[in-house]
């Protein structure tokens, strides 16, 4: 998998953690069943795991509710998902499951959250370039989500790195189940942000470092927008020309993601380090 290089971070760990790795495929790959698989992929989960923390201490979580996961296999059916009842400020690498987006897992309903399956699993199923998805209730993505427009209009500099970037989803049908979720995934297509019109959003990366910092900075730039709107006054709108040349800014800056996210792993190593457990 792609993401951060946690040799460069950790000293001489990362042939170790790429031999485990090696080592963990082969012994997952005659066992599917995802409540048992807490060894393999340790450096993926430890970026999950890492994502979940710092979502609660943003305050973009909603308890147990809500779902990240991570292709884990190179067509993207076998994932990593957080299980159902974990609260995010506690997730630990271990607590992990690892799933098939083409099979059913066992413990439905228990270990695993049938919505948060059905939507990971649909997404992996059907775009194997989202590698890594994001899905939450932030308050001020959702309070736009919420909006008959819920586009992010170009009005600063974060705004502007979504110009052009977001589908948006009109036809919400209760929670993301069944055609619900196979519809969520034809509506994002080749998009990488998903304004979940009455429900939410959904982010998707490359790697988690690249998702999770587009799903601050989306957070970001709805918090300006609400406000902005909460003025009553006139917006301050770029130009297209302008909007666009910005949002190309962000895309070609170097780094940015795996760099931002490498200093919130290195905050937790030091704060909460049993998120690696």
């Known amino acids: 998998m792609d993401g951060i290089d946690k040799s460069d971070r950790r000293g001489g760990g990362g042939d170790r953690r790429r031999s485990d790795r090696r080592a963990g495929d082969r012994r997952e790959g005659d066992r599917r069943d995802g409540a048992c698989a807490s060894t393999a992929f340790q450096a993926e989960r430890e970026d999950m795991a890492a994502a979940f923390r710092w979502t609660a201490r943003h305050g973009m979580h909603e308890g147990i509710a809500n779902h990240f996961s991570l292709a884990v296999s190179d067509d993207g059916s076998r994932f990593l998902l957080n299980p159902y009842g974990v609260h995010f400020s506690r997730m630990k690498a271990s607590d992990l499951l690892l799933l098939d987006a083409r099979e059913e897992p066992e413990g439905m309903g228990d ?3 049938p919505t948060a399956y059905a939507i990971h699993g649909a997404l992996h199923r059907n775009l194997p370039q989202a590698r890594c998805v994001l899905h ?9 989500a919420s909006l008959a ?6 009005i600063d500099q ?6 052009e970037r977001v589908a948006i989803d009109e036809g919400y049908d209760g929670m993301g189940l069944g055609d ?7 509506t994002l297509g080749n998009r ?10 959904m982010v998707v990366g490359e790697t988690v470092a690249r998702a999770f910092d587009e799903m601050v900075y989306l957070e970001r730039a709805c918090e300006t927008v609400v406000t902005a709107y909460m003025t009553g006054q006139p917006l301050r709108r770029a130009s297209h020309e302008v909007a666009s040349k910005t949002a190309r800014q962000w895309a070609e800056y170097p780094a940015f993601g795996e760099k931002h996210f ?7 190593d030091e704060e909460e380090p049993d998120y690696r457990q």
């Open 111 to 113: 270990a695993v959250d």
């Open 136 to 144: 939450l209730h932030p308050k001020y993505a959702t309070v736009l």
């Open 149 to 154: 427009d819920s586009t992010i209009p170009p």
């Open 158 to 163: 974060n705004s502007m790195r979504f110009y």
């Open 180 to 186: 619900e979720a196979e519809r969520l995934s034809r």
């Open 192 to 201: 990488s942000v998903l304004m979940m019109g009455n429900h939410g959003v």
């Open 262 to 268: 490498a200093a919130l792993r290195a905050i937790l």
